[in-house]
């Protein structure tokens, strides 16, 4: 299915039937053309079955994106490899990152896979700090393990605590990159050095409040994913719904419509 999401925000869908934990999954809106010339923002949603357990997939809209996005997640499509020639389709996505701010991160981690630092330019740094992306957890995640590579670690933690204030990334990616560095700021004395107490106060803070979601992530989605009842408190949810009024239901019409045959609560 394909669902309208708003260009400017962090939004979660929840998937959920009888006796089974939901399922969280954050949607990756990619900017595209709807009726009348307007930009909106679009994620395919893709769910299926696979050993009696649900399993939700959400693409950005539109083929560049998309494209990038399947890389992202499988590092092993070939053809959408072979059209990141040296990173020239995610330095492009990343460029035009006022259009379509999801293309734009997703850019952005396909370059930090990559390597290919010097095509991020400096726009990895506007995604962090220009007030048009100030909801975008992503965006500060990008620009500090791009500091990270470069071995800045005191400017990557300021990005680092920047994203734990906005909230959870939209992507996996995000979201590991946040766990393991801020494990590694922790553990290393030497990385500790260009941090002043305060400093290594929040980031164990934060490191402690990301571990909640941790054991139930699903790091091989490309959005994150995770197992809960709750969204805020996974390990103290994790138990079905009753799936009643709260909830829209879909089903499938001969042609392969989707229709609501339920409405949720106004």
């Not at 395919?44 to 997640?73: D, H, K």
């Amino acid at each position: 299915m394909t669902i309208l999401v708003p260009l400017a925000a962090v939004v979660f869908v929840q998937i959920a039937r009888p006796a089974e934990v939901p399922l969280n999954v954050a949607l990756a809106g990619g900017a595209g053309r709807g009726f009348g010339g307007a930009v909106i923002g679009r994620c395919m949603l893709t769910i299926e079955e696979r050993s009696s357990l649900l399993y939700v997939a959400a693409l950005p809209y539109g083929e560049r994106a998309e494209r990038a996005a399947q890389f992202l997640a499988t590092g092993e499509d070939q053809q959408a490899a072979s059209l990141l020639i040296r990173g020239r389709e995610a330095e492009n996505l990343l460029y035009e990152k006022y259009d379509d701010p999801v293309g734009a991160m997703i850019g952005g981690y396909v370059l930090l896979r990559l390597g290919e630092l010097e095509r991020t330019h400096n726009w990895v740094d506007n995604l962090a700090r220009s007030p048009k992306f100030e909801w975008s957890p992503d965006g500060a995640v990008i620009a500090g393990e791009k500091a990270a590579m470069l071995g800045n670690h005191s400017l990557a933690l300021n990005y680092f605590l920047k994203a734990g204030k906005r909230g959870l990334p939209v992507f996996t990616d995000g979201f590991s990159i946040l766990v393991s560095r801020l494990r590694q700021y922790q553990s290393n004395a030497h990385i500790q050095a260009q941090f002043n107490g305060d400093e290594l106060s929040k980031a164990k803070a934060l490191s402690a409040r990301l571990e909640k979601w941790s054991p139930f992530v699903d790091f091989s989605a490309l959005t994150l994913t995770f197992r809960a009842a709750a969204l805020a408190q996974p390990a103290e949810s994790q138990h079905p719904v009753a799936v009643g009024d709260d909830f829209i239901g879909f089903d499938v019409d001969p042609k392969g419509s989707l229709r609501a045959t339920q409405q949720a609560p106004a």
